[in-house]
């Protein structure tokens, strides 16, 4: 079952927290940390407290280097190249590929042909909102982990972009989706 939860990259800049919310503004998660140094850590916490996934950044540069947790459990590193205009982001373990635009901020990712995610940015006045629709809700607190590594400085400056505004973003179905069994990476 798949659902759009965004981020406030804004607010997570500026407060190093931000609320993960759906599309009807109820709160899912919440995402914590920050990055900069090695062994900073970026966390998402489920509403009752509990850690839910991680990304640690292991290396310091213009591709920085993560290593992503999920419920304790290490689920592969991230391995980062990028050219003027298009980042490609590879997570080794779980085999996800990001592939997107950093001029537009729209991304994508799979594991084979399998689409696991969208990831896309839109203007709100003075903030940066990213809309990230995924396809199985086991997996968002590892999207949004992902969705924060990709507001990494040395891959893009928010001031600098150009994105479409959010009003113009067409709402999704009416129904509120049901939460289901939680459980990480089926098999």
Known sequence: MSRKIQINLSELDHTRSCRIIDEYKDTKYLIVGK????SDTFSVYSITGD???EARQQSLGTTP?????????FVGSSVLHFSMHYTTLFINGINWL???NQEKQSYTITHGRQKIATIKSYAQADQIIRIMAVENINHEPIVALIAAILNHPSLVHTANLKLP????YLKGTKAKPEWGEFHFFKK
Do not use: E
């Open 165 to 168: 505004a959010l009003d113009k």
């Open 65 to 73: 280097r993560f290593d992503l947790f999920c419920v304790g459990q």
């Open 35 to 38: 990055w900069g140094l090695v």
């Open 98 to 100: 990001v592939i997107g």
């Open 51 to 53: 850690v839910l996934a």
